[in-house]
Each structure stands twice: as C-alpha cells, then as structure tokens.
C-alpha cells in the first residue's frame, strides 16, 4: 500500500486540543497531533435542525413550521492506521489516543471543568470539516498483528461533534487564543519567511517548529499543512501590545 509521502499527497492530521477552562469555545493549546499515514477514503458531515408545528383537531391545513434550533455539525469518518513496516512500532499508541479523546484531560478536571480533549480534523485547505469538535465515539478494530501479537494495523470509526457557537475574529498577530490558522507549505517558504508573514518577527520560527514537531527547519515539505499557533502573552509579536489587535 503506497503511503501519502509516496504519493506526494496532503497528509490529514487529527489535532488535540486542550479545552478551555471556562465557558467559551475557544480552545486553549495543542495537547497533540495524530498525524495520518493513509488520508481517509471518505467523509461524511451531516447537520440537523428542529422545526415544531403546533397542531390543532380542527385545522384543515398543515400549521407552518417553527424553527426552534440546529443540531451540531457531525463528521463520520474512517480512520485507517499502520505499523506493518515499522518493526517496534505498533499502531495501539494512535488508537490508545482516539480512545483517550472520550476521558476528561486531567488539566480540566482540575479546573472542575471536566471535559474530554476538543479536536479539529485538518486536510489541507478544507474548510468544511475543519471544525472544532468533541469526539462522540470510537471504535477501533485490530486488522493485523506481528508474531508477538503486537496489533500493527487497525481501522478506527470516530465520530466528532461540533463544538458550535460563534468565535470572534483575531488578527493573528494579536497573540489571542483564537488566532490559530493553519497554512499550506509552498515551494519556497521557509520557517523564517512564514513567521515573518503570521507573526510580524522572523525570529518566531521556533513557535511554529514546536507545534508542528518540526526537528529540521530546512526540510519543509510542499504540500505540507503547519498550524500557526497564537503567541503566548510573553511572547507578543513586534509592534503589537498584549492583548491588543491591529
């Protein structure tokens, strides 16, 4: 099976977040990221909504439709893990994490916030799916297993709820916690010149280094999806005061 490096293909990333500890939808840090071997095959979004009619024994016509709200986003989808040529790899640390997403983080429990970690679906530039959500379920199935019993494949079926509300919109350079984006490498870029675009400061590369797990700043590879994670409030961009926006 030819993997997504092979293939010059966009790698999907699963992204752990940790949850806030207030009331907001707006997601604190990157617990992880669980990136995908194999892209999936196929994605399914639905959304509901309610309408009630209020019904009456002597009505002779259908009573209009009152809107009373909108289910979440779901997104379905299967996610398809392998460790077959890997010799001391197996695949049970990536679904150990799935699993993990349907347990209070031990940082919200503290808070006496509990709550499972958020997670955002990225592939490349979609837009549809790239929503922050609660993982509802999982379920993982072992495929293959080395001569010790290891499991070196697994197929694991998770469905993600939208986390909903509204986020208002941060000028990345404001170093707000909602002004993570994420971007595409292009033929050319460097950590240098893509810190200078988001941040205003070339010298931020390591920020973006350290959210994506990046260990050499010259290998950047086109195609290529890096979050650019908000600056921490010791940390503000050039010109910018904490807090503020431009």
């Given at each position: 099976?030819?993997?997504?490096?092979?293939a010059?293909?966009?790698?999907?990333?699963?992204?752990?977040?940790?949850?806030?500890?207030?009331?907001t939808?707006?997601?604190?840090?990157?617990?992880?990221?669980?990136?995908?071997?194999?892209?999936?095959?196929?994605?399914?979004?639905?959304?509901?909504?309610?309408?009630?009619?209020?019904?009456?024994?002597?009505?002779?016509t259908?009573?209009m439709?009152?809107?009373?709200g909108a289910?979440?986003?779901v997104?379905?989808?299967d996610?398809?893990l392998?460790?077959?040529?890997?010799?001391?790899s197996?695949?049970?640390?990536?679904?150990?994490?799935?699993?993990?997403?349907?347990v209070?983080?031990?940082?919200?429990?503290?808070a006496?916030?509990?709550?499972?970690?958020?997670?955002?679906?990225?592939?490349?530039?979609?837009?549809?799916m790239a929503?922050?959500?609660?993982?509802?379920?999982?379920?993982?199935?072992?495929?293959?297993?080395?001569?010790?019993?290891s499991?070196k494949?697994?197929?694991?079926?998770?469905?993600?709820?939208?986390i909903?509300?509204s986020?208002?919109?941060?000028?990345?350079?404001?170093?707000?916690?909602?002004s993570e984006?994420?971007?595409e490498?292009?033929?050319?870029d460097?950590?240098?010149?893509?810190?200078?675009r988001?941040?205003?400061?070339?010298?931020?590369?390591?920020?973006i280094?350290?959210?994506?797990?990046?260990?050499?700043?010259?290998?950047?590879?086109?195609?290529?999806?890096?979050v650019f994670?908000?600056?921490?409030?010791?940390r503000?961009?050039?010109?910018?005061?904490?807090?503020?926006?431009?």
């Amino acid at each position: 099976m030819q993997s997504l490096s092979d293939a010059g293909l966009t790698h999907a990333v699963l992204v752990l977040l940790e949850p806030p500890p207030s009331l907001t939808n707006e997601p604190t840090v990157i617990r992880s990221r669980i990136p995908l071997q194999f892209n999936p095959e196929q994605i399914k979004l639905s959304k509901k909504a309610t309408w009630d009619r209020t019904l009456a024994s002597k009505a002779t016509t259908t009573a209009m439709p009152e809107f009373r709200g909108a289910d979440p986003r779901v997104l379905s989808t299967d996610l398809f893990l392998d460790a077959t040529f890997a010799s001391k790899s197996t695949v049970e640390d990536q679904v150990e994490a799935l699993l993990a997403c349907c347990v209070p983080t031990n940082q919200s429990i503290d808070a006496d916030r509990p709550s499972p970690p958020w997670v955002r679906l990225e592939w490349g530039l979609s837009r549809s799916m790239a929503f922050t959500a609660c993982v509802t379920s999982v379920d993982a199935t072992y495929t293959l297993f080395a001569a010790d019993g290891s499991p070196k494949r697994a197929t694991c079926s998770v469905e993600l709820a939208e986390i909903g509300g509204s986020v208002p919109k941060q000028n990345p350079t404001s170093g707000s916690p909602g002004s993570e984006v994420a971007h595409e490498v292009q033929a050319g870029d460097s950590l240098a010149s893509l810190a200078f675009r988001q941040y205003g400061d070339a010298g931020q590369w390591r920020v973006i280094a350290d959210a994506n797990g990046i260990l050499d700043p010259a290998e950047l590879i086109p195609g290529t999806v890096l979050v650019f994670p908000s600056l921490p409030p010791e940390r503000p961009a050039i010109g910018t005061a904490p807090g503020s926006t431009r």
